[in-house]
C-alpha cells in the first residue's frame, strides 16, 4: 500500500491513444473510446484505493468537436450510455461529486440536460470529485473568465479572482498523459501552472494498475517546486479596460 504522504490529492488524465489503439486492432478509429471507457471505470477504482481525493478527465476538448461527425455521434452516444447508466443512489452513499466542465452549450441538449441532472443530484458528495472535461478548452475557459470579470466590474484582479471566475478551481497535484505524446494540448493552462507532469508512451486502453501506482510512486519522489505566480491575468484586464 502507498503511502499517504505519496498520493496526489488531484489527477489529472489526458485520456489520449483510443484511436490508436483501435486502429491497432483494425477497428474503426472511434471505437477505441469504448476500449477507454473501461479504463476510466478502472482508474476510478484505483484512485478510490490509493486516497485520490479528485481526478479530472479530459474527455473531449473543444477542438475535438471538429472531428468526424460519425465519430462524434458515437462518442455522446457512449456518454449517455456511461451517465444514464450511473447509478444516482450509490454515488450519494459513497459522498461523489460529479463535475462537468466545459462549454456544454456545445453538445446535443439531450446530453447537456443529462450532465446537468447528474451534477445537481451529486452536488453533496464531499468524499471523492470526479470532473469529466468535454467541450473543454483551457484558452477558452481563461477568455471566459476574463470577460466575467470585466462584466462584474472588479477592479483590483488577483490570482484569487481569476481562480473563482474559472470553470474548474482546484488544481491538479499531477497530470498524466497517456498516448506517448508529450504537449499540454490546452488542457487546465491556468489550473496545471505547478502540477507534475507525467507521459506514458502507453495508449489510454492499454494502461493498467500498474502504471498507476509507478505515475503515484514516481510523484512521491518529486521535490515540487513552485516559484512565483506571475499576475498573468491582471494585465490582461488592464489592456482591456483601456480598450
Not at 503511502?3 to 483501435?22: C, Q
Not at 439531450?110 to 453533496?124: A, T
Request: hydrophobic fraction near 40%; charged fraction near 30%.
Amino acid at each position: 500500500m502507498l503511502e499517504k504522504s505519496m498520493v496526489p490529492r488531484h489527477v489529472a488524465i489526458i485520456l489520449d491513444g483510443n484511436r490508436r489503439f483501435a486502429k491497432k486492432l483494425v477497428l474503426e478509429p472511434w471505437k477505441g473510446h469504448s476500449y477507454g471507457k473501461k479504463r476510466v471505470e478502472e482508474l476510478l477504482d484505483y484512485a478510490k484505493e490509493f486516497g485520490v481525493r479528485e481526478i479530472t478527465f479530459y474527455c473531449l476538448s473543444s477542438e475535438n468537436l471538429n472531428r468526424p461527425v460519425k465519430e462524434l455521434d458515437y462518442l455522446y452516444d457512449l456518454f449517455r450510455e456511461t451517465f444514464r447508466g450511473m447509478d444516482r443512489s450509490r454515488l450519494n452513499e459513497e459522498g461523489v461529486c460529479l463535475k462537468f466542465i466545459g462549454d456544454l452549450d456545445l453538445l446535443p441538449s439531450d446530453l447537456k440536460d443529462i450532465c446537468v441532472e447528474l451534477e445537481n443530484c451529486s452536488s453533496e458528495g464531499n468524499r471523492f470529485i470526479v470532473n469529466f472535461c468535454i467541450a473543454y478548452g483551457g484558452r477558452a475557459e481563461i477568455v471566459r473568465a476574463v470577460r466575467r470579470i470585466v462584466e462584474s466590474g472588479v477592479r483590483d484582479v488577483d490570482s484569487e479572482v481569476v481562480e473563482k471566475n474559472l470553470l474548474l478551481s482546484s488544481e491538479p497535484d499531477l497530470i498524466i498523459r497517456t498516448g506517448g505524446q508529450k504537449r499540454i494540448s490546452n488542457f487546465l493552462l491556468w489550473q496545471g501552472a505547478y502540477s507534475e507532469w507525467i507521459f506514458l508512451d502507453k495508449m489510454w486502453p492499454e494502461v493498467c494498475r500498474d502504471d498507476f501506482v509507478e505515475c503515484v510512486e514516481e510523484f512521491g519522489k518529486r521535490k515540487r517546486n513552485f516559484g512565483v505566480v506571475m499576475e498573468t491575468m491582471n494585465v490582461i484586464y488592464v489592456v482591456l479596460m483601456k480598450k
